[in-house]
């Protein structure tokens, strides 16, 4: 979560000031921006060096910052950092001017109480950023960034964690909470949940693996689910390979069609998951470009012992 005063600060480090500039800007007393750029260096919005007995402050290279210091430069009349509470920016991280959502489906993919969610869209609506059509909102043109700055903000929020735990990872996926990550340290935290083919061990499917490890973080989940571990590999890589074997662990965690597909929609993959289970609600009848023939299929399964 970022603070007001975290907001307020970033909006006018356009350039390299000192706490005293600051401060004298903002009317804070200079120990309030002492405290704002500490929050925001650990965020690595802000670059701090000191400069004989100054601290001096510079924009970071983060794309957030770039896209926030547009809007607020842009839009002088709106005060930024009181509108984009927490529970705002989550709903932004999903609004924008090119798709439109229900109040409902946004109350599903934040996790807010409806309440919550139309507060929020009445302040949008209200300030003209919004529009409502046949129930369903979406940002004006005008102000899209306010998506960019959301998304790319909680982008940023997960690159910095994972530097900081990991040392090091490539972002295979993300949502707001949640991320898969690539990398080739062992994890070894609460949140981060091995995934990729090294996870299928845990059903019995051991397979041969390069130094690459997959986690998924989240701070919510206890363990995955066969269902993740299915989708997490086609996100990972949407390859033959790697379809027959999201088939092989489908066949040997007897994975229901409808949680599947259920779990396919939340990570947007949709589209790739459906030809693969026709394909195997159809006994290899029903096969498509990205499905394997059956005969070849039986004999990877004989290779590891899944009966079909």
Same mark, same amino acid.
């Given at each position: 979560m970022i603070r007001k005063r975290d907001l307020r600060v970033l909006s006018v480090v356009d350039s390299p000031k000192g706490r005293q500039e600051l401060a004298d800007e903002l009317n804070y007393r200079e120990d309030t921006v002492s405290g704002a750029l500490s929050d925001l260096a650990r965020r690595d919005l802000i670059d701090k060096e000191r400069k004989g007995n100054r601290v001096i402050a510079k924009p970071g290279d983060a794309r957030c910052v770039e896209v926030y210091q547009s809007l607020t430069r842009s839009n002088p009349h709106i005060d930024f950092p009181d509108l984009l509470t927490p529970s705002l920016l989550n709903i932004l991280y999903y609004l924008s001017s090119d798709e439109a959502w229900t109040a409902t489906e946004l109350t599903e993919h934040t996790g807010h109480a409806r309440a919550t969610i139309y507060r929020g869209l009445r302040t949008l609506t209200n300030r003209a950023i919004a529009v409502k059509q046949h129930s369903r909102y979406r940002l004006t043109e005008e102000f899209n960034e306010l998506h960019v700055f959301a998304y790319e903000l909680q982008h940023h929020t997960h690159r910095?964690?994972?530097?900081?735990?990991?040392?090091?990872?490539?972002?295979?996926?993300?949502?707001?909470?949640?991320?898969?990550?690539?990398?080739?340290?062992?994890?070894?935290?609460?949140?981060?949940?091995? %995934?990729?083919? #090294?996870? =299928?061990?845990?059903?019995? &499917?051991?397979?041969?693996?390069?130094?690459?490890?997959? @986690?998924?973080?989240?701070?919510?989940?206890?363990?995955? %689910?066969?269902? #993740?571990? =299915?989708?997490?590999?086609? &996100?990972?890589?949407?390859?033959?390979?790697?379809?027959? @074997?999201?088939?092989?662990?489908?066949?040997?965690t007897d994975l229901s069609p409808e949680r599947l597909q259920t779990v396919a929609d939340d990570y947007g993959i949709t589209e790739i998951?459906?030809?693969?289970?026709?394909?195997?609600e159809t006994d290899g009848k029903k096969s498509s470009e990205a499905t394997p023939r059956w005969e070849e299929f039986e004999t990877l399964a004989d290779e590891y012992g899944v009966e079909l």
């Amino acid at each position: 979560m970022i603070r007001k005063r975290d907001l307020r600060v970033l909006s006018v480090v356009d350039s390299p000031k000192g706490r005293q500039e600051l401060a004298d800007e903002l009317n804070y007393r200079e120990d309030t921006v002492s405290g704002a750029l500490s929050d925001l260096a650990r965020r690595d919005l802000i670059d701090k060096e000191r400069k004989g007995n100054r601290v001096i402050a510079k924009p970071g290279d983060a794309r957030c910052v770039e896209v926030y210091q547009s809007l607020t430069r842009s839009n002088p009349h709106i005060d930024f950092p009181d509108l984009l509470t927490p529970s705002l920016l989550n709903i932004l991280y999903y609004l924008s001017s090119d798709e439109a959502w229900t109040a409902t489906e946004l109350t599903e993919h934040t996790g807010h109480a409806r309440a919550t969610i139309y507060r929020g869209l009445r302040t949008l609506t209200n300030r003209a950023i919004a529009v409502k059509q046949h129930s369903r909102y979406r940002l004006t043109e005008e102000f899209n960034e306010l998506h960019v700055f959301a998304y790319e903000l909680q982008h940023h929020t997960h690159r910095v964690r994972i530097k900081q735990d990991l040392e090091g990872g490539t972002i295979v996926w993300e949502s707001h909470e949640e991320f898969l990550v690539r990398t080739e340290t062992a994890i070894e935290l609460p949140d981060y949940h091995r %995934t990729g083919l #090294d996870a =299928f061990a845990e059903h019995g &499917l051991q397979f041969f693996t390069t130094s690459e490890q997959y @986690y998924f973080y989240s701070p919510e989940r206890e363990s995955l %689910t066969p269902e #993740d571990l =299915f989708c997490h590999l086609l &996100l990972i890589e949407n390859d033959s390979r790697h379809r027959k @074997y999201a088939l092989l662990l489908a066949v040997k965690t007897d994975l229901s069609p409808e949680r599947l597909q259920t779990v396919a929609d939340d990570y947007g993959i949709t589209e790739i998951v459906e030809p693969l289970l026709e394909f195997l609600e159809t006994d290899g009848k029903k096969s498509s470009e990205a499905t394997p023939r059956w005969e070849e299929f039986e004999t990877l399964a004989d290779e590891y012992g899944v009966e079909l």
